[in-house]
Structures are given as structure tokens and as C-alpha cells.
């Protein structure tokens, strides 16, 4: 039986490549992100083109019975693949924002992530192993804001749970992209021009790498040799250099 997955943040941008990639392979899905027209629409292209069953589960993750109806359907013994990748970014500084949509922001970065993953290792392990797949980001290696700070417990869970559980056939790979064409930054309405083109990944190659890198086993997968020698820098280089990219981050 071919293992389903689940795809978090499915509508657009990395979760609807992930979720095509991953139909591509074979792989049953379950698509949930908030908007129902966009996930059915998906569903419907995904199925025809692929000849999988795709289902689709209307949740928002910043509440509590969002995530709980997504962690209900994890939990099932189907489930082999985990992506946990919904996400967004907060337009204004820390101080600035309200402490609800701080909150909110922190309950789909790490909250829904953590119990999702709950639900798939419980499962996950009864049924012999299985595949997580966090999606952070290369922020998550220095300090810049909450967004980073969110990231950066994304990347040490999935360390940690790689290592923990890799003897019993499950990995977490905690995906660290860098700037990457999807719908994330005019959802955050950010000026794009700054950065240089040279920046920019497509979504497909970013997906691409994190599979392969997800089902070698890894726990952090840094798609293209620039971002793996930038992440290096912001893990590993001087801190003074770090801290002034930091200082321009909000
Ligand atoms: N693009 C980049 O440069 C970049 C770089 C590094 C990391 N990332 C990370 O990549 C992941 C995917 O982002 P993306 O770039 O693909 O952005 P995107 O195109 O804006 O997609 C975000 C997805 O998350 C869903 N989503 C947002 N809020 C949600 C909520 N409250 N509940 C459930 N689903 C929600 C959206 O669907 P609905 O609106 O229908 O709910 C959408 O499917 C995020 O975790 C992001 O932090 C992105």
C-alpha cells in the first residue's frame, strides 16, 4: 500500500508542490489550508492528472480546533508522510503587532507543526516508520525577529526527532529554504525588488531537493550550494557579521 500523505499550506506556493510532487510519486493525499474552493480545485487537478485519491480538509491552524480535526486525520494508519508547511510572515515589527496575531503567527509556525507531528510519530511509529517533513526556513538560523525565532525551534525539534527516532524508521527533516517564488511575500506585503534575482528559487527545485533529502534520512535539507553556504555563514560564522544582518531583520 502506497503511503498517504498529508500536506499542510496546500493552496499555493511549496505545499501545492510538495502535494504535486508527492502525487506525482504515487502517494494518496490529504490537502488543508483555509481556503475550500482553491483546496478542491487542487484536489480535482491533483486526481485527474495523477490518478491518486486526493481529499481535502478545510482547517485554520491558529486555532485549536483547526489542528485538532488535521492531527484526527495524522493520526490515521494510512499516513506514512507528514508536511507540515503552512506559514506566513507578520508585515510589521515585533512591537507594532498585536499579541494576538504574534500568537496566531506562532500557533501555525510551531503550535500546529508540534501537534502534528505528535499525531504522526504515535502513529508513525505503530506502523514501522514514516517521513516528516518541516518546512523552516534559512531564517531559522539567525536572530531576526519572531519569524526566525519560530524557524529556529522548527529546526532543533526536527533535529532532535531525527535522531530520536531514525532506529524505528521515522526521520524529520527540518526544510530550510531561502527566498523562494511563491504567494508568502505579497501575502506579507514586502517589497521583493532589494533582492537580486540571483536569490530566488522556483519552488519545484526547492520541493525536489527537500524529498530527496527527506527520504535520504536527513534532518535539515538547505536546497542550492548558495543557500547551504549562506546558512553556513548565519550558523557557523562570525557573529559579528551575523548580528548586522540580524539588525536589518525586524
Ligand atoms: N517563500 C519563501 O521565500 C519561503 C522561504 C522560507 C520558508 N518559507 C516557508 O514555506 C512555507 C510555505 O510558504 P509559501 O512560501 O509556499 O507561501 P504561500 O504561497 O503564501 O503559501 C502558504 C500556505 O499556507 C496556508 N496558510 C496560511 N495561513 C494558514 C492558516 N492560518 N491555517 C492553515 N493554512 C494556512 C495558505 O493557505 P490558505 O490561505 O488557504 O489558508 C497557503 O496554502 C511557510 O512555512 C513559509 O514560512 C517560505
Request: include cysteine.
Amino acid at each position: 500500500m502506497t503511503d498517504t500523505a498529508v500536506v499542510t499550506g496546500a493552496t499555493s506556493g511549496l505545499g501545492a508542490e510538495f502535494a504535486r510532487q508527492l502525487a506525482e510519486r504515487g502517494h494518496n493525499l490529504v490537502l488543508t489550508a483555509r481556503d475550500q474552493e482553491r483546496l478542491e480545485a487542487k484536489a480535482a487537478e491533483l486526481s485527474a492528472r495523477y490518478g491518486v485519491k486526493v481529499a481535502v480538509l478545510p482547517a485554520d491552524l491558529a486555532t485549536p480546533e483547526g489542528v485538532e480535526a488535521v492531527a484526527a486525520r495524522v493520526a490515521q494508519p494510512d499516513v506514512g508522510i507528514l508536511v507540515n508547511n503552512a506559514g506566513y510572515g507578520l508585515k510589521d515589527d515585533f512591537h507594532i503587532n498585536t499579541a494576538k496575531a504574534e500568537l496566531d503567527n506562532l500557533n501555525v509556525l510551531v503550535s500546529a507543526p508540534l501537534r502534528l507531528s505528535h499525531a504522526a510519530v504515535n502513529s508513525m511509529l505503530a506502523r514501522g516508520g514514516g517521513r516528516i517533513i518541516n518546512v523552516a526556513s534559512v531564517a531559522g538560523f539567525v536572530p531576526r525577529g519572531t519569524y526566525s525565532a519560530a524557524k529556529a525551534w522548527v529546526i532543533s525539534f526536527s533535529r532532535w526527532a531525527n535522531l530520536h527516532y531514525a532506529a524505528r524508521g521515522l526521520s524529520a527533516t527540518a526544510l530550510c529554504p531561502g527566498f523562494v517564488h511563491t504567494e508568502f511575500h505579497e501575502r506579507m506585503q514586502m517589497d521583493k525588488s532589494p533582492f537580486p534575482g540571483w536569490m530566488w528559487l522556483d519552488a519545484e527545485r526547492v520541493v525536489r531537493e527537500g524529498l530527496a533529502d527527506a527520504f535520504a534520512g536527513k534532518s535539515i535539507s538547505i536546497p542550492s550550494k548558495r543557500y547551504k553556504i549562506l546558512a553556513s555563514i548565519g550558523r557557523r560564522g562570525p557573529q559579528a557579521l551575523v548580528a548586522r544582518v540580524a539588525a536589518r531583520g525586524r
